[in-house]
C-alpha cells in the first residue's frame, strides 16, 4: 500500500474518533499529551507504509530512557491505538506497534505500597468523626477515589447492604459513567460501613447531585482536596508517616488495604477482581499476586502431596 499518509495523520484522525466517540474529557487530555508531547516530536512525520516494528521499539527505548515505565506503555497504547485507526482507514496493510512489547521493568523499581493490617486500624482509629464515613467506605469497599467521589445516595441500598457503583467523578469534577463495564458493580457493605453511612446521610451536605461525599455545599470534591485536607493529615496524626516526615501512601493505598483485607480473608480471586472493579483476573494477579502467595500454605500442600503419593 502507497501513501504519504504520516505517523501524524494517523494521530489526528484517531483523536477525532475519540472527540466524536466523546470520551471524557480528562481522557482525551492525556490521550492529546501523548500525541503532542511524545509522539509528534519524535516520530510524527514518519510516513505510515514504511514504518516499521524497529522503528517502534526504538522509540519505546528512547522513552524508557527519558520517561516512567508507566507512561511509556501509556504511549505505547496509544501509539497503538492510532495506528489502528489508520489501518482502518486502509492507510496501512498492519499495525506493526502490536508485536512490540516493553522490556521487563527493573528490578529494583520500588514496591507498590500496601497499608498493614496495623496501620490501617492505626487509621480508622485515629481518623475524625467528620472524615470516617470517607475513609471506612474507602478501606472497606476498595472503590477507587474517582467512584467514591461520584457516589450519590440512591446508590447506598440500605436494605440489601449493597453500594452501587454507577457513576464516577473525573478530575475535572465532571461526572460520568464508570470507564469500563467490569467498573459497573454492586459491592456489600461491612456492618461498619453501613453504620457510618446511616448516620453521615443526616448531616451531610446536600445538593442537586445528592453526592454521598460532596464538598461544603454539596458539590463534587476534588482530589486534591481529600488528598491534602482529609488523608495526610490524617496519616500524620497515626505516624503512619516516612523517616522524612512525609505520608506513607496515597489515597490509592486505601484501594490496596481493602484488597489485602480480601485476600487475607482467602475470598476467590474472582470475587475479589469484580469487587474491585477489574477488567480482567489478570489485572488482579499482576497487581496482588504475591498476596495470594503463603509460604506456610505451600509446605502443608506439598506435605499432602507426598503423603498421597507414598499411600497410592
Known amino acids: 500500500m502507497t501513501n504519504n499518509k504520516t505517523i501524524s495523520d494517523a494521530c489526528k484522525a484517531w483523536i477525532k474518533r475519540c472527540e466524536r466517540d466523546e ?5 482525551l487530555r492525556s490521550y492529546r499529551n501523548h500525541v503532542d508531547h511524545h509522539i509528534e516530536p519524535a516520530i510524527g512525520d514518519r510516513e505510515l507504509s514504511s514504518l516499521t516494528r524497529s522503528e517502534v521499539r526504538d522509540f519505546m527505548d528512547d522513552m524508557l530512557d527519558k520517561n516512567s515505565r508507566a507512561m511509556t506503555d501509556k504511549v505505547l497504547r496509544s501509539l497503538r491505538s492510532a495506528l489502528n485507526e489508520a489501518l482502518d482507514r486502509e492507510w496501512i496493510d498492519n499495525n506493526v506497534a502490536l508485536s512490540v512489547k516493553l522490556r521487563r521493568a527493573s528490578r529494583n523499581a ?7 493490617k496495623a496501620e ?4 480508622l482509629e485515629t481518623v475524625p468523626d467528620k472524615q470516617r464515613p470517607l475513609i471506612t467506605t474507602a478501606i472497606y ?3 477507587r477515589m474517582s467512584e467514591l467521589r461520584g457516589l450519590r445516595w440512591e446508590d447506598v441500598d440500605f436494605q440489601k447492604s449493597i453500594i452501587r457503583v454507577r457513576q464516577r467523578a473525573d478530575r475535572f469534577n465532571q461526572i460520568g459513567k464508570p470507564k469500563s463495564k467490569s467498573g459497573r458493580r454492586d459491592i456489600p457493605m461491612a456492618p461498619s460501613v453501613k453504620k457510618v453511612l446511616m448516620s453521615w446521610k443526616a448531616t ?7 453526592l454521598v461525599f460532596p464538598n461544603g455545599i454539596g458539590n463534587v470534591e476534588s482530589p486534591s482536596n481529600i488528598s491534602n485536607r482529609v488523608l495526610y493529615p490524617l496519616l500524620k496524626d497515626a505516624g503512619i508517616v516516612t523517616a522524612e516526615g512525609k505520608p506513607k501512601f496515597s489515597f490509592h493505598a486505601l484501594r490496596h488495604a481493602a484488597a489485602s483485607l480480601y485476600i ?5 480471586a474472582k470475587k475479589i477482581q469484580t469487587l474491585l472493579g477489574h477488567a480482567s483476573i489478570t489485572m488482579t494477579f499482576d497487581v496482588y499476586g504475591h498476596l495470594f502467595d503463603n509460604a506456610e500454605d505451600d509446605v502443608a500442600l506439598f506435605a499432602k502431596l507426598e503423603a498421597d503419593l507414598e499411600a497410592a
Open 110 to 116: 520500588p514496591d507498590r505500597i500496601i497499608p498493614t
Open 204 to 210: 451531610c451536605p446536600t445538593g442537586e447531585l445528592n
Open 141 to 143: 469497599t476498595g472503590m
Open 264 to 268: 487475607e480473608q482467602g475470598w476467590p
Open 23 to 27: 470520551l471524557e474529557r480528562a481522557t
Open 120 to 123: 490501617i486500624k492505626a487509621m
